[in-house]
C-alpha cells in the first residue's frame, strides 16, 4: 500500500485529470472561442457613412467550433442569426484544419483520461510496473497536454492566417459584404489553454510524490530496570 503522502498527491493529480476534461468538454460545447465587432462594409457604403456615423453598421459576431451567432447592422436595424459550422459553413472554411482541432482535442480528452486512470491506480496501490508509476503519468500528460497545445495552435492558426472570423460572418451572405474590425479570444478558448496548463501542473504533483517525508516516531516509555539492591529489599 502507499503511504499517506502518496496517496494524498495522487488523489490530487486524479482531481487535476478530471478538471482537464471537464474544460475540454466545456470548451467544444460552448460557443465563445472568438468574439468580435463586424462592420458591415456595403451599407456604410450605400449611405456613405463618416465615421461617427460608422457605429450604426457595427454589429457583434461570436462562435465556437460547432455553432455561433451575429448581430447585423446594415442600416435596417438589428438582425440575430444564428451560425451553425457544420455541415456546411465548414465547406468555406480550412475544413481539414477545423477538424483536426476538434480531433486534437479528443485525443487530448481520451490522454487526460488515461493520466487519470493511473492516477487513482497509484493511490490506491504500489505499481510493479515503471509505465504503471510516475515514468506513465508523465507520459500520458505530456501526451495530453501536447495534443491541447496543438489544437490551440491550429486554431491560432486558422483565425490569423486563414481569416477564419471574416470567412463566419461573410457566409450566406449576398448582398452585404462584412469586415472584421477586432478579434479577441474568449472564455472557450482560455478554457482549453487552462485544460493544458492542468496537464503541467501534474507533473509537478506527481514530482512531489517521490519526496520521502520523514516519518515520526513515538518513543517508547523506558521500561524500570530492576537493581541488584531493589532485589534484596
Same mark, same amino acid.
Given at each position: 500500500m502507499p503511504g499517506i503522502w502518496k496517496k494524498i498527491t495522487f488523489s490530487f493529480a486524479s482531481v487535476l485529470s478530471i478538471g482537464s476534461i471537464l474544460l475540454? =468538454? =466545456? %470548451?467544444?460545447?460552448?460557443?465563445?472561442?472568438?468574439?468580435?465587432?463586424?462592420?458591415?462594409k456595403t451599407g456604410a457604403e450605400l449611405v456613405n457613412a463618416s465615421d461617427p #456615423?460608422? =457605429? @450604426?453598421? $457595427?454589429? +457583434?459576431?461570436?462562435?465556437?467550433?460547432?455553432?455561433?451567432?451575429?448581430? !447585423?447592422?446594415?442600416?435596417?436595424?438589428?438582425? !440575430?442569426?444564428k451560425i451553425y459550422i457544420f455541415p456546411k459553413l465548414v465547406r468555406r472554411l480550412n475544413g481539414g484544419l477545423h477538424v483536426i482541432i476538434i480531433l486534437f482535442?479528443?485525443?487530448?480528452i481520451g490522454f487526460a483520461s488515461v493520466s487519470l486512470a493511473f492516477c487513482i491506480y497509484n493511490a490506491r496501490k504500489v505499481p510493479y510496473q515503471s509505465i504503471k508509476g510516475p515514468t506513465g503519468l508523465y507520459l500520458w500528460n505530456f501526451i495530453a497536454g501536447l495534443f491541447g497545445v *496543438?489544437?490551440? $495552435?491550429? *486554431? $491560432?492558426?486558422?483565425? @490569423? &492566417? &486563414?481569416?477564419?472570423t471574416e470567412r463566419v460572418a461573410n457566409f450566406r451572405e449576398e $448582398? *452585404?459584404?462584412?469586415? =472584421?474590425?477586432? #478579434?479577441?479570444? +474568449?472564455f472557450?478558448?482560455?478554457?482549453c489553454v487552462a485544460s493544458a496548463g492542468t496537464h503541467g501542473a501534474n507533473f509537478i504533483i506527481v514530482t512531489m510524490s517521490k519526496i520521502h517525508l520523514p516519518k515520526i516516531q513515538t518513543k517508547k516509555p523506558e521500561?524500570?530496570? %530492576?537493581?541488584? #539492591? +531493589?532485589l534484596l529489599y
Open positions: 475540454i =468538454v =466545456v %470548451a467544444l460545447s460552448t460557443e465563445k472561442w472568438v468574439t468580435g465587432k463586424i462592420l458591415c #456615423e460608422l =457605429v @450604426k453598421f $457595427i454589429g +457583434d459576431i461570436y462562435y465556437g467550433l460547432f455553432q455561433g451567432g451575429k448581430t !447585423r447592422q446594415c442600416g435596417l436595424g438589428s438582425r !440575430r442569426s482535442l479528443f485525443i487530448a *496543438f489544437a490551440i $495552435i491550429c *486554431f $491560432i492558426a486558422a483565425m @490569423k &492566417h &486563414h481569416r477564419l $448582398i *452585404f459584404q462584412f469586415i =472584421v474590425l477586432e #478579434e479577441d479570444y +474568449d472557450s478558448f482560455w478554457l521500561e524500570p530496570t %530492576a537493581r541488584a #539492591e +531493589d
